[in-house]
Structure formats: C-alpha cells, structure tokens
C-alpha cells in the first residue's frame, strides 16, 4: 500500500516555472515507478511523464518533452515534476501515481496504476 501526497501547484504566469513534489508513504518506495498525469476539466487525464524505481529511465509525453523534467529522491520517498516555460494548455490538476507492478512496459496508461494522490491544482495565465 502507498499514499501519495502532492504539494507545489498555484498559479503562474505563461513562460514562468513551478515545481511539484509528491511524498509517498511506505518503505518500498524504490521498488515503484512512479508517473505524473494531468486532468483539466472537461478532459480525460493524461500522462505527462514517467520515471523507473531506480530512477535510470525517464518517459515524457510529446507535449512535455524539453519542459518538463521528472526526478525523484528515494531517500527521501519524493518524486518531482520541474516544469518550466509553462504555457495555458497546461492548466490542469496534477496527479502523481505509482504503478501497479514492476518492468510495466506502457508507464503511459492511467490503467497501469494502482496508487493516486489526490491532486494538485497547476494554473498558467496568459
């Protein structure tokens, strides 16, 4: 079982830079990878990007790549999404997710997670 705890949206203005973080509970942390997705209303929740337990490897939606940088710390049980030159289009909640199992090909699909956080509220004025 993992909770997850997002912090670090609010509001920005277009080319600006937020950070946000997701705390996770438990001692297996390392063991999860862990992906960030992105709902605005009226849209269905989509990925934005994707890391391995081990941190090695990194996956990015098209519209995020080259602006937005996934990390974690597993020491400290956090994973970050670093979001800079942000644009309108990428209001939305923020939900961070930890995978249902390990080696999960497909880190893209909301289906392959088992844990969410409840949500962060990421807002880019014009």
């Known amino acids: 079982q993992v909770q997850l705890v997002e912090s670090g949206g609010g509001l920005v203005q277009a080319g600006g830079s937020l950070r946000l973080s997701c705390a996770a509970s438990g001692r297996t942390f390392s063991s999860y990878d862990m992906g960030w997705f992105r709902q605005a209303p009226g849209k269905e929740r989509e990925f934005v990007a994707a890391?391995?337990?081990?941190?090695?490897?990194?996956y990015y939606a098209d519209s995020t790549k080259g602006r937005f940088t996934i990390s974690r710390d597993n020491a400290k049980n956090t994973v970050y999404l670093q979001m800079n030159s942000l644009k309108p289009e990428d209001t939305a909640v923020y939900y961070c997710?930890?995978?249902?199992?390990?080696?999960?090909?497909?880190?893209?699909?909301?289906?392959?997670?088992?844990?969410w956080g409840q949500g962060t509220q990421v807002t880019v004025s014009s």
């Open positions: 890391i391995r337990g081990s941190g090695g490897s990194t």
């Open positions: 997710a930890a995978a249902r199992a390990a080696y999960i090909s497909r880190l893209d699909r909301v289906g392959n997670y088992a844990y």
